[in-house]
């Protein structure tokens, strides 16, 4: 069933666009998500790599008991951490994903949404050999087209700059930095960000009434109300102007 209206906040969502079992999440895409929701804040629990995933509460548990006995998952109730050997696995898994969407963005030309869908069916025929060639000869990009930063070889992060969620802007004119991976998932929600101008190095007009965000782009664009969804996911630097 297709997801609608960011109801469901999964982070890859194969099994909803119709991948074979094969390529449903196995041991890399669960390295990704504690990954993937490590770096983007918050203790990272069995329940939200269900959640990010879109898999029942029972894999989830299964497929970590099977990453802890390999070494790449501790569990400590109620939290979930990657061991050294499992984070520089993850990274590895990471690194690969954004350059991909990287070179679809840049290379191909293709929009946010389809940079991401596109980059989960072919990431996994990239060897390691090719995604340092594509990392090369895409200028040694620190970032994915959605800002999220690219992992170097040992798993360390580029330095990310101070942003906060679009809903904890009040009013003032924002640059957009990054959009969570959580967001990359929500297909509609992404959709809907793109196309209202909610894209890395994008400057929009933000405002605030009664806990509700509204955005104006471009300037002389009407304002529009921002999904929930969207808002706590996608981060800005206030311009000051």
């Known amino acids: 069933m297709p997801q609608r209206d960011g109801d469901r906040p999964t982070g890859l969502g194969r099994a909803d666009r119709g991948l074979s079992q094969t390529e449903l999440p196995g041991a890399e895409g669960y390295l990704e998500a504690i990954f993937v929701l490590?770096?983007?804040?918050?203790?990272?629990?069995?329940?939200?790599?269900?959640?990010?995933?879109?898999?029942?509460?029972?894999?989830?548990?299964?497929?970590?008991?099977?990453?802890?006995?390999?070494?790449?998952?501790?569990?400590?109730?109620?939290?979930?951490?990657?061991?050294d050997e499992g984070w520089r696995e993850a990274a590895r898994v990471v690194r690969r994903h954004r350059l991909v969407e990287r070179w679809l963005a840049d290379g191909l030309g293709l929009g946010l949404v389809d940079a991401h869908r596109e980059a989960e069916r072919l990431e996994h025929a990239f060897s390691s050999t090719v995604t340092e060639a594509l990392w090369e000869k895409l200028g040694r990009p620190a970032t994915c087209p959605h800002g999220n930063p690219i992992p170097d070889l040992t798993g360390s992060l580029p330095p990310l700059t101070p942003a906060v969620p679009l809903s904890q802007v009040t009013a003032g004119v924002v640059?957009?930095?990054?959009?969570?991976?959580?967001?990359?998932?929500?297909?509609?929600?992404?959709?809907?960000?793109?196309?209202?101008?909610?894209?890395?190095?994008?400057?929009?007009?933000?405002?605030?009434?009664?806990?509700?965000?509204?955005?104006?782009?471009?300037?002389?664009?009407?304002?529009?109300?921002?999904?929930?969804?969207?808002?706590?996911?996608?981060?800005?630097?206030?311009?000051?102007?």
Do not use: N
């Open 38 to 83: 490590a770096t983007e804040g918050g203790r990272v629990r069995a329940a939200r790599v269900a959640e990010y995933l879109g898999v029942s509460a029972v894999s989830v548990s299964k497929s970590l008991h099977r990453l802890e006995k390999a070494g790449v998952v501790q569990r400590r109730t109620p939290e979930v951490r990657l061991t």
């Open 175 to 241: 640059r957009v930095d990054r959009l969570y991976e959580q967001l990359e998932g929500l297909e509609d929600m992404l959709a809907w960000a793109e196309s209202h101008g909610l894209i890395p190095g994008h400057t929009v007009e933000i405002c605030r009434e009664r806990g509700r965000t509204f955005v104006r782009y471009p300037a002389d664009g009407p304002q529009t109300e921002v999904p929930e969804a969207v808002a706590s996911r996608v981060l800005v630097v206030e311009t000051g102007r």
